[in-house]
């Protein structure tokens, strides 16, 4: 005969005593499910769950005396091992992503079917981890490491040198890189001269290729 299913012990941590109750009436028709202990705001939670060391904390986002998030940090902090599910009026509400950020391990939406809750409580409490499509998705792009930044072209030359390089790849004239850009005809000589001899490039169609290689001149083909 197998051993019985190890008891979770579940604290409850939500502003309205109603609620609480209710949930704690569901709660207790599962027998390896006992709430330990309730809090109704989230400097409570914090001194409950020291006090009480449960295995899952159901987290109202919304409470006075400090929210949820902050609370969740705190004891995540302090009690690594203590899995926090975030109670939620909406799964797609951004407090929940910053509860995940703050080291929930899921969230469950407030009216959830009985079998619904029962499952992500002893889930976290395995050490899985419960979220929405949605937000497994946001929160998937915030822990993906940014995309490195492209490194800028040409950091020999000047601002104002790539500007006109770009201009350049573009098929831009010199008469036309003056017109747009409010210089006068010697100062844009000058510019694309120290180009050409920066990069270095023996003469303007060289310069062109040089820069479109590197990502420039996203245009093609003359202005009209």
Known sequence: MSDPSPVIRVL???DHASFRSGLRALLETA????????????????AESARFQPDVILMDVTMPGGDG????????????HVAIIV??????DESVLAAVRAGARGYVVKGAQRAELFRAI???AAGEAIFGPGIARRLATYLSPPLAARPTPFPELSDREREILDLVARG??????TAHLGL????????????FSKLPARDRAEAIVMAREAGMGGETGRAG
């Open 122 to 124: 002893r889930a976290v």
């Open 87 to 92: 109670l939620t009026m909406d799964g797609g």
């Open 69 to 80: 998030i902050e609370a969740t940090r705190q004891i995540v902090d302090a009690s690594p």
């Open 12 to 14: 409850i941590a939500d």
């Open 172 to 177: 831009r004239s010199n008469a036309e890189i």
């Open 31 to 46: 027998d390896d499910l006992e709430v330990v202990g309730e809090a109704s705001s989230g400097g409570e939670a914090v």
């Open 184 to 195: 006068s005809p010697k100062t844009v000589r000058n510019h694309v001269s120290n180009i």
